[in-house]
């Protein structure tokens, strides 16, 4: 009985460390999909406010011509198309998020950059973030790419692998040992 205890304890240690390791080896590349959604989204963003600039001006002949940044349009066509303007600013706050976002992570060292991007979705207020990382999970396969980035998360992973093999054998032990108890009690 206690080969095949001692084998399950090895098992289980081995495998709750390959999987750490294999885990926190998808940081850095979930990282680089995350940020690369990021510029994707806000760059449709912007053609999308582009081209919903551009359809105002042509509609409304009358704005001043003077009006040709975001913020002039927008107050320009305020006293005209009050929910447009509206609308238009909405979109811009969204798309001004996402590309700070992204310059965020672009900006940060490449072993952080996981670390910069869990911070920055996690103080998403808006939402706008957790909806291009529910996007990137939703298709993210399992990669192995060994850089340096993924070899160092790859050891973080084992060391808390391992720690959390080593707390499942301790609770399991403690119920095996008050198992034992009760058994000994009843006899």
């Not at 940020?35 to 582009?50: E, H, K, M």
């Not at 706050?93 to 996690?122: C, F």
Request: charged content about 20%.
């Amino acid at each position: 009985m206690r080969f095949f205890s001692r084998w399950f304890a090895e098992v289980l240690s081995l495998g709750l460390c390959l999987t750490g390791a294999v885990l926190a080896m998808q940081a850095p590349a979930l990282t680089r999909e995350y940020a690369a959604a990021l510029r994707q989204v806000a760059q449709d963003a912007r053609n999308d406010i582009n081209a919903r600039e551009a359809a105002a001006r042509a509609y409304y002949r009358d704005l001043p011509r003077d009006a040709s940044g975001d913020a002039a349009l927008i107050a320009a066509l305020r006293p005209i198309e009050p929910a447009n303007a509206e609308g238009l600013e909405q979109s811009l706050a969204h798309a001004q998020r996402l590309q700070e976002s992204y310059d965020r992570i672009a900006a940060t060292p490449p072993l952080l950059q996981p670390v910069r991007a869990t911070l920055d979705v996690a103080w998403d207020s808006a939402g706008d973030r957790r909806l291009v990382l529910r996007t990137v999970l939703d298709g993210a396969v399992l990669q192995l790419v060994l850089t340096e980035a993924a070899g160092i998360y790859a050891l973080v992973g084992l060391v808390l692998g391992s720690l959390l093999a080593q707390g499942v054998l301790g609770v399991l032990r403690h119920l095996g040992s008050l198992a034992r108890g009760r058994l000994m009690i009843k006899a």
